[in-house]
């Protein structure tokens, strides 16, 4: 399956200088994304996981999906101010801004297993401050996977020692 044809590229978006990875064209061919999602969920089948984390907003997308086929629960990492109940914050740097992520404190335990689930890996800032809280709460990373992986920005070394899966890289910055 050829991914990386399905992903449009808008050049200065939303700033200038930005190549931005638009995975919404991916998402209208049903083949493809059911290639993402049946590929996670064997990847992950067998691991132990009792549940995955998806990334505000693309990463729901992704992430609500792995979980649904797994029939696994979903945690919402949500930007500020939108998750209801008590929460832990975490800020972080995007590649164009600044940022906070919650996650509601009772949504994971220690001795869960758990898959980060966003779009695109750029810097790594935004699932530094995910990985961050969820290994606050207690929980076990197991890995960390993206549709996308953009190299030039070494957004696994921010990540490290976490385990990173990607299943497309651009090589742009
Ligand atoms: P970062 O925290 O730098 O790894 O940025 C990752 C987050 O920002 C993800 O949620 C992406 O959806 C978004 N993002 C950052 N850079 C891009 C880009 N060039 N194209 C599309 N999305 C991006």
């Known amino acids: 399956m050829d991914l990386a044809s399905l992903i449009r590229?808008?050049?200065d978006f939303p700033i200038p200088g930005i190549q931005f990875k638009d995975i919404t064209t991916l998402l209208l061919h049903p083949a493809a994304f059911r290639f993402v999602i049946d590929g996670w969920k064997a990847r992950y089948a067998d691991k132990g996981i009792t549940a995955i984390v998806g990334a505000d907003a693309r990463g729901f997308v992704f992430?609500?999906?792995l979980a649904y086929a797994m029939g696994l629960p979903?945690?919402?990492?949500?930007k500020k101010g939108k998750l209801p109940a008590d929460t832990i914050s975490e800020e972080y740097e995007l590649e164009y801004g600044t940022a906070t992520l919650e996650i509601h404190r009772d949504a994971l335990k220690p001795g869960d297993r758990v898959v980060l689930i966003d779009d695109l890996l750029a810097t790594g800032g935004t699932m530094r401050?995910?990985?961050n809280m969820v290994e606050k709460l207690g929980a076990?990373?197991?890995e960390i996977a993206f549709v996308v992986e953009l190299?030039?920005?070494k957004g696994r070394v921010k990540l490290e020692p976490h385990a990173v899966h990607s299943l497309v890289e651009f090589m742009v910055d």
Request: proline share 15%; charged share 10%.
């Open 9 to 11: 590229n808008v050049p």
């Open 63 to 65: 992430g609500g999906a």
């Open 74 to 78: 979903l945690v919402m990492a949500r």
């Open 129 to 131: 401050a995910i990985s």
């Open 140 to 142: 076990e990373i197991v």
């Open 151 to 153: 190299p030039p920005l």
